[in-house]
Structures are given as structure tokens and as C-alpha cells.
């Protein structure tokens, strides 16, 4: 999300409206909702964002004058699982990405959490290299063919979803 995004330069207002509290920042906040084109569904941290705003607007013109109380939420708006994997750059994603032992992977999809990966069964280790960005090492101890993917929480919880790619223990001549 770059800073010209409507969404997250709104979402940035509200916070310093939220906290600071000034008329000026709450005017900054409600002067950028109208520009903030409505998400699709199938954007669900986009439209939480969205909905957000609307309703600490609303209630704000609604209710002038009252502070409110800022304090963290439960849950997450979005679910959290295992969708797919990639290559780090997302330069595919799917069954259809080879992968050879040592090839770094990317697990796609919304984690606070994963401690390994589970690769046909066989537990490889993980990486976070940031917020929602975990990535893993294809060993060389996979049979050639597809290889489903499975993701651990730190807790041994299996993570909703899975993944699969397709595990080439020799690079093709032509690269992939």
C-alpha cells in the first residue's frame, strides 16, 4: 500500500485523529473519506479498514465532544490460513511453480504465527522475515511430483488451509 492509496492516507488520519484528538486532525480524517473508493469483498483487510473508518467517523459527528476509549481488539478481521506459496518475489504461485532442493519458498496467506512447514509430512523450518512473510528452504529429500504444503503454529497447531507445489529434484536446462 503506497502513500498515494486513499484508504491507508484516511486510515493514517484517523489514527491521528484518534489520538490526538484535535479538531484539525478529526477535519483531516473526515476531509479524506469521500475520496476512499468502497473495497470489493473479496478485499477483506481493505474493507475492515474501510468499515473502521465509516463507523469511528460516524460515531465521532454523532457523538462530539466524547473521548474515546482506545483499547485493542480480540480476534483478527480477517481470516487466518494457508492459501498458496510462491516463489519470495510472488513470481508464481500455485501447483504449477517448480521448485528444486534449496529453492526458497513464500507461504501466501494471513499468520501471526508459524513455527515450521510441514512438506509432505516431512517438518522443514521456517523463516519470518516480516510482518505476514514466512519463507522456507525446499530440502533435497522430497520425492519429484507435487508436494503438498501444511503450516505449524508455535503451539503445533495446524494452520487452516494448504498449499501444494510441484518438487523437481533436478533443475530443467531451461531454468524455471
Same mark, same amino acid.
Given at each position: 500500500?503506497?502513500?498515494?492509496?486513499p484508504?491507508?492516507?484516511?486510515?493514517?488520519?484517523?489514527?491521528?485523529?484518534v489520538?490526538?484528538?484535535?479538531?484539525?486532525?478529526?477535519?483531516?480524517a473526515e $476531509?479524506l473519506l469521500p475520496?476512499?473508493?468502497?473495497p470489493t469483498? &473479496?478485499?477483506c /483487510? =481493505?474493507?475492515a479498514?474501510? %468499515?473502521v473508518?465509516?463507523?469511528?467517523?460516524?460515531?465521532r459527528?454523532?457523538?462530539?465532544?466524547t473521548?474515546?476509549?482506545?483499547?485493542?481488539?480480540? $480476534?483478527t478481521?480477517?481470516?487466518?490460513?494457508?492459501?498458496?506459496? &510462491?516463489?519470495? /518475489? =510472488?513470481e508464481?504461485?500455485? %501447483?504449477?511453480?517448480?521448485?528444486s532442493?534449496?529453492t526458497?519458498?513464500r507461504l501466501?496467506?494471513r499468520?501471526l504465527?508459524v513455527?515450521?512447514?510441514?512438506?509432505n509430512?516431512?517438518?522443514?523450518?521456517v523463516?519470518k522475515?516480516?510482518?505476514?512473510?514466512?519463507?522456507?528452504?525446499?530440502?533435497?529429500s522430497l520425492?519429484?511430483?507435487e508436494?503438498?504444503?501444511?503450516?505449524?503454529?508455535?503451539a503445533?497447531a495446524?494452520?487452516?488451509g494448504?498449499?501444494?507445489?510441484?518438487?523437481?529434484?533436478v533443475v530443467?536446462?531451461s531454468?524455471?
Amino acid at each position: 500500500m503506497a502513500g498515494d492509496d486513499p484508504l491507508v492516507n484516511a486510515a493514517r488520519a484517523l489514527c491521528v485523529a484518534v489520538t490526538s484528538d484535535t479538531p484539525e486532525a478529526w477535519a483531516d480524517a473526515e $476531509g479524506l473519506l469521500p475520496a476512499i473508493p468502497v473495497p470489493t469483498a &473479496s478485499d477483506c /483487510l =481493505g474493507t475492515a479498514t474501510y %468499515e473502521v473508518l465509516v463507523n469511528v467517523i460516524n460515531y465521532r459527528q454523532t457523538h462530539a465532544g466524547t473521548v474515546a476509549e482506545i483499547r485493542p481488539g480480540e $480476534g483478527t478481521a480477517c481470516p487466518l490460513g494457508l492459501t498458496g506459496v &510462491s516463489l519470495p /518475489l =510472488g513470481e508464481g504461485s500455485g %501447483e504449477n511453480v517448480p521448485a528444486s532442493p534449496g529453492t526458497q519458498m513464500r507461504l501466501v496467506g494471513r499468520f501471526l504465527d508459524v513455527a515450521q512447514v510441514l512438506l509432505n509430512g516431512q517438518t522443514v523450518p521456517v523463516a519470518k522475515n516480516a510482518e505476514n512473510n514466512f519463507t522456507f528452504l525446499v530440502p533435497d529429500s522430497l520425492q519429484d511430483g507435487e508436494v503438498t504444503v501444511h503450516a505449524l503454529d508455535s503451539a503445533g497447531a495446524e494452520l487452516s488451509g494448504n498449499a501444494s507445489f510441484t518438487f523437481l529434484s533436478v533443475v530443467p536446462s531451461s531454468g524455471f
